[in-house]
């Protein structure tokens, strides 16, 4: 094998050939622009990948690694799986099982499809601040700016909810048009806002002495959210399509 350092080398047992992260960012970056070191080691912080250690702690990546990120990324681009679900998947493929993927959704409904997996039900998974840095890919500064417009919260022990990862990737991505932070505290407001009217829909069921009753009103707060993310982006393509037409 080459000197840990260098962007190729071989398994000696093998004869696989093994790529350095920075190999491996070019390769994905055709299919996936968007793909930063940060993602990749984030993706094997969670389990999705794992590539082999050099005696001095490089990560060198195997071909069949590589194949197994670019199947990660393009599942995530086409179904909006969970992390989890797409590496339960992954590993009954490598065991021989035949699993079946959501249908893929054309260009046309990945904007609604994208929007209701955001309101599904989530788990109760928390990640911290490190984990949060990994996966948006930005500096400490960064993310204390975003803080400080309010677009993500620390909870009482120092960590965030499953869902602030998404939140930051998407504030990443609509700084690449250059909406800076504090351009999206209007988003932020208005999403207190549709979370307010939910809520008084749904508070009368919660305190429900019956426990069906209480679960209902779960399912109606999700419903209502879907129904609001599904109402704002109709009006935003007929905002839009009046402005540009």
């Known amino acids: 094998m080459r000197t840990p350092t260098g962007g190729v080398g071989r ?3 093998t ?3 093994l790529m350095s992260i920075g190999t491996v960012l070019g390769q994905l970056r055709d299919e996936f622009p968007e793909i930063t070191i940060s993602k990749i080691r984030f993706l094997e912080a969670e389990g999705l990948v794992e590539p082999r250690r050099t005696p001095s702690g490089y990560r060198k990546f195997s071909s069949e690694d590589v194949e197994r990120l670019a199947q990660i990324l ?3 681009r086409d179904h909006y799986l969970p992390l989890k ?4 998947h992954l590993d009954a493929v490598a065991r021989g099982e035949q ?4 249908p893929q959704t054309s260009q046309r409904e990945q904007p609604d499809a994208s929007w209701e997996a955001a309101v599904e039900p989530r788990t109760a998974a928390r990640v911290g601040r490190t984990e949060l ?6 500096s400490e500064q960064e993310l204390a700016e975003w803080e400080s417009y309010g677009l993500l919260t620390q909870d009482g022990d120092g960590g965030y909810d499953a869902e602030s990862v998404t939140v930051a ?3 990443v991505e609509l700084g690449r048009f250059g909406l800076e932070p504090r351009h999206l505290r209007a988003m932020k407001a208005a999403a207190d806002r549709e979370a307010s009217l939910v809520e008084q829909v749904v508070a009368p069921l919660r305190r429900h002495r019956n426990p069906q009753t209480r679960a209902h009103a779960e399912a109606t ?3 209502l959210a879907t129904l609001s993310v599904r109402l704002h982006a109709a009006l935003m393509r007929t905002a839009l399509g009046v402005r540009l037409h």
């Open 11 to 13: 398994d000696t047992a």
């Open 15 to 17: 004869g696989d050939r």
């Open 74 to 76: 393009r599942i995530q």
């Open 85 to 88: 679900v797409i590496r339960e």
């Open 99 to 102: 699993t079946l993927l959501p």
């Open 133 to 138: 840095l990994a996966a948006a890919g930005v």
């Open 169 to 171: 990737q998407l504030v």
């Open 221 to 223: 707060a999700n419903e």
